[in-house]
């Protein structure tokens, strides 16, 4: 394959989404859901097209990418740590996890090492109670642990 | 109209012919998984394939022994099913070997066998309906759960499934539906307790062409997953809940509004409806009855506040999910301000089973107000964690004790939490209330959606409260002031206290703010927001009065009120404890005591986990 004026993949995916989505109702979320798939976060000109597209003021779709914990603005880890911090894991010590998860990575809550391998963020509950206290990475849960095991799963992540 | 009879008697005998057979099922839900159950299945479907064994290996959900996840069970056709917890890959192997292949049962890793026409295996192994985590319970919203196989809506049809949709669409007018539910007396198991039948009621009689049918499954409070194990292990029986309230209210499309940290119940949802529609029991002119039904999922965008159904519905239309102002309710106007009923997961998955079996069955449990079965998920310092579905009624000592056996390491009880952040903290003097939505009310908690967190004497409620604040504090949508400033005031008052910073006016200050934020915000998570705090204040004053008063937390939590200290009489002098100090704080000859300098000392902790003498007091 070759073609000098192909487009950017991603670009190419962005557009057959929003052919997709054109004109349904209450369409704004799983675009946004699907662009940060694309692209890992929400790009400012992928949203500046959305809003184009879908015809929804740039304001409001800034709104509900703010309003979510789930949408972010700026790129992230390829791996991402989510620490639960609910009740269960909290009564059987959720802190010391997060504690050594944060200190082996040099990093704190929501942010990403420099190398974009991990992103860190701190959950209410992943719904893994049974075996608090747990840790979700990408779309793996571990449960059971103790702080010492967190070097070897955080191992398993390129 | 098209029958399922011919198809559902098909399927049973092709579930009688692999009972023919050696069946091998693995527990496959969130939970299962988590715990090392796709690893258990790797080993076996490897074993199967290389061996070219005669094997049916099944998964199925979650049948809620937690405690022992990973969770395998032989099923051989001479003998009685036999459950294995706590497998890994390698005694999963040496189980197909001896058991499944040999009939030899391997009974140290066994945790129960369910007798077949009166025979057992091995009498040491206990029988499952007489273990002390089954014996209480009754399996009515989640029978399936961990028996069938939720990708299969064959084995659903096998068991009964669908046949009160047909009979809905065969046999009864919308309001006889609405009539029978109401007299169930099932009431939504959400968290506030309405009566379904009577909200089904309101959306029948809104005018209107257009309505909707939602299921929220945004289950969001700490420490609840019953709904997640739901559709993770019978998803069809909330699409067949659903289908039948469509039908009663008269709407012709659903939602389900998914929590996007639900990844497995997102697809094993999408392949039931796919499934359902193909078998022309979703979709157009269902079963040639004329009545169509579509539905749809959403998946969250993690938002604690969506579990709100107005706010829901704001999510589900694209904007910002904060909460709308009631009146008008979304029976009267919802979803694109149209009639919408919207009810829970567990809520649908409970309408089949009244519908085939009869309102008076389910109205047969429970206690006079509150009706049939409660699912509640155990957790925190209990022996046994996991999922039991239990009559109404029953009460919570009977739950913590008899069914979750009790509290880990030997420590005491302390409290229960119940209901989410939304609820309260039970205390020991009312374990024996009965678990029923109005005597929990008045206990300061709530049922909500069934969360039970148990904690032991090293659990400060100070602490507790606090966390509960910070989390509501965090998820508050910012739409009405009494939630976003009062929950921010009434942090920072705690997180004083908690740093040994209170001051004595401050438990004054607390309770005026908790009744100002409950009488004024604008939703349910407003208004609940300072539950947590009124109701540790009601039965743990003392706790807070200790923190405030004499800096003290007898738990042992707070770090700024802790001491560290080591009793020299207790002390060896090993020097581990100095040894693994990261900041220095600890000083002493060998096999002399030791000394903690309390200027350095970081109040890590470090020390007491190493010190195997008991040594090292905090306080």
Redesign the interface.
Same mark, same amino acid.
């Given at each position: 394959m070759c073609c000098c004026e192909k487009k950017d993949p991603k670009q190419e995916a962005l557009e057959a989404l929003l052919a997709k989505y054109k004109g349904q109702?209450?369409?704004? $979320? =799983?675009v946004?859901?699907q662009t940060q798939d694309i692209y890992g976060y929400l790009p400012k000109e992928a949203l500046q097209q959305i809003s184009r597209e879908l015809k929804i003021p740039l304001s409001e779709i800034f !709104?509900?990418c703010t309003?979510? @914990?789930?949408?972010h603005l700026s790129p992230r880890g390829r791996n991402i740590i989510?620490v639960c911090l %609910?009740?269960?894991? *909290?009564?059987?010590g959720g802190a010391k996890i997060f504690e050594r998860v944060q200190q082996e990575l040099g990093i704190k809550d929501g942010e990403t090492t420099e190398d974009l391998r991990f992103t860190i963020e701190s959950?209410?509950?992943? %719904?893994?109670?049974?075996?608090?206290p747990?840790i979700m990475v990408n &779309? &793996?849960? *571990?449960?059971?642990l103790t702080p010492d095991q967190i070097p070897d799963i955080l191992a398993q992540y390129e | 109209m098209i029958s399922l009879a011919e198809k559902r008697k098909e399927y049973q005998n092709r579930l009688v012919e692999k009972a023919k057979k050696t069946v091998i099922v693995v527990g496959m839900g969130?939970?299962g $998984?988590?715990?090392g159950g796709d690893k258990v299945w790797q080993a076996l479907e490897n074993a199967v394939k290389n061996k070219n064994l005669d094997i049916e290996l099944v998964y199925s959900g979650c049948i809620g022994l937690?405690?022992v /996840?990973p969770i395998m069970e032989v099923h051989r056709p001479d003998m009685p099913r036999v459950i294995y917890g706590n497998v890994n890959g390698e005694t999963a192997l040496k189980i197909l070997e001896e058991h499944a292949l040999n009939g030899k049962v391997v009974s140290d890793l066994a945790v129960a066998q369910d007798p077949k026409e009166g025979k057992t295996v091995l009498p040491e192994i206990p029988i499952l309906n007489e273990m002390p985590f089954y014996k209480k319970q009754v399996k009515t919203a989640i029978a399936n759960c961990g028996i069938i196989n939720p990708d299969s809506i064959e084995e659903y049809i096998a068991y009964g499934g669908y046949e009160a949709l047909e009979k809905v669409l065969s046999s009864m007018s919308q309001t006889q539906v609405i009539e029978e539910v109401k007299k169930s007396g099932l009431r939504g198991r959400g968290g506030g307790g309405f009566p379904t039948g009577l909200k089904w009621e309101f959306a029948y009689k809104s005018p209107g062409d257009k309505k909707y049918v939602i299921c929220n499954a945004d /289950?969001? &409070? =700490?420490?609840?997953?019953m709904d997640?194990s739901v559709l993770e292990g019978d998803p069809h029986a909330v699409l067949e809940g659903m289908a039948i309230c469509g039908y009663a209210i008269g709407a012709d499309e659903g939602y389900i509004y998914v929590r @996007? /940290?639900?990844?497995l119940a997102i697809k094993r949802l999408e392949n039931a409806i796919a499934q359902a529609e193909k078998a022309g029991l979703l979709g157009e002119n269902i079963l040639g009855s004329g009545f169509n039904f579509k539905l749809r999922i959403?998946? %969250? @965008?993690?938002?604690?506040v969506c579990g709100e159904e107005t706010a829901l519905i704001n999510? $589900? /239309?694209?904007?910002? !999910?904060?909460p709308r102002v009631r009146p008008p309710f979304p029976a009267q106007s919802g979803l694109?301000n149209k009639p919408t009923n919207n009810n829970n997961v567990e809520t649908y998955a409970n309408i089949p089973g009244i519908i085939r079996k009869g309102a008076d069955w389910f109205a047969g449990m429970g206690t006079e107000k509150s009706k049939g079965s409660k699912v509640f998920?155990?957790?925190?310092?209990v022996n046994r964690?996991?999922?039991a579905e239990v009559p109404i009624g029953i009460t919570i000592r009977e739950i913590i004790f008899d069914i979750a056996g009790g509290i880990q390491n030997n420590k005491k009880f302390k409290a229960v939490?119940i209901g989410? =952040?939304s609820g309260g903290c039970i205390p020991e003097e009312y374990l024996d209330t009965p678990v029923d939505y109005d005597s929990l009310t008045a206990l300061g908690a709530m049922m909500g959606s069934g !969360?039970l967190?148990v904690?032991d004497e090293t659990?400060c409620m100070v602490d507790?409260a606090r966390?509960?604040l910070n989390?509501t504090q965090?998820?508050s949508?910012g739409k009405c002031t009494p939630c976003r400033e009062g929950t921010k005031r009434m942090l920072e008052i705690l997180n004083r206290i908690c740093d040994g910073k209170g001051k004595p006016e401050d438990i004054d200050t607390l309770e005026r703010l908790s009744n100002v934020i409950k009488s004024t915000a604008l939703c349910g998570l407003g208004q609940s927001a300072p539950n947590p705090v009124l109701a540790t204040l009601r039965y743990f004053r003392n706790e807070y009065e200790d923190h405030i008063h004499n800096k003290k937390c007898t738990a042992g939590v707070c770090t700024a009120l802790l001491e560290y200290k080591i009793d020299p009489d207790k002390c060896k002098g090993c020097g581990a404890c100095k040894k693994v100090c990261p900041v220095g704080a600890i000083s002493g000859e060998k096999k002399e005591a030791h000394e903690i300098d309390a200027g350095k000392c970081i109040k890590c902790g470090s020390c007491i986990e190493k010190c195997k003498f008991d040594a090292i007091i905090k306080g």
């Open positions: 109702k209450g369409a704004l $979320i =799983p946004l859901q !709104g509900v309003f979510y @914990a789930q949408f989510r %609910g009740t269960a894991c *909290h009564v059987r959950v209410a509950c992943i %719904g893994a109670c049974g075996l608090a747990v &779309d &793996d849960t *571990h449960g059971r | 969130t939970c $998984i988590a715990a937690c405690y /996840e /289950e969001g &409070d =700490p420490g609840a997953f997640r @996007a /940290e639900y990844p959403k998946a %969250g @965008a993690g938002a604690f999510s $589900i /239309e694209g904007k910002r !999910g904060m694109w998920a155990l957790t925190g310092k964690t996991g999922l939490q989410g =952040p !969360g967190v904690m659990t507790v966390f509960f989390f965090k998820e949508c």
